[in-house]
């Protein structure tokens, strides 16, 4: 994937999360919701290191 495509589908993952997270879509942090804050936290952490590599990408390439 090209460094667009990579910012695109992990802005879209934040902005999923982001959304469901706004809604109440789960008792964050809640004693009965520990699977869902896992969730929610992992995807968060894969929707921006993936628009850390997309920004980083070039920079790589250029350097290489």
Do not use: K
């Not at 942090?29 to 290191?49: C, E, K, N, P, W």
Request: net charge neutral; aromatic share 8%; hydrophobic share 60%.
């Amino acid at each position: 994937m090209n460094g667009f495509q990579l910012r695109l589908v992990g802005a879209c993952i934040l902005l999923f999360v982001l959304i469901g997270l706004l809604s109440g879509w789960s008792a964050l942090f809640a004693a009965d919701a520990l699977l869902s804050t896992l969730l929610q936290a992992g995807l968060l952490i894969l929707g921006l290191a993936l628009v850390y590599q997309g920004e980083n990408l070039g920079a790589a390439q250029r350097n290489s």
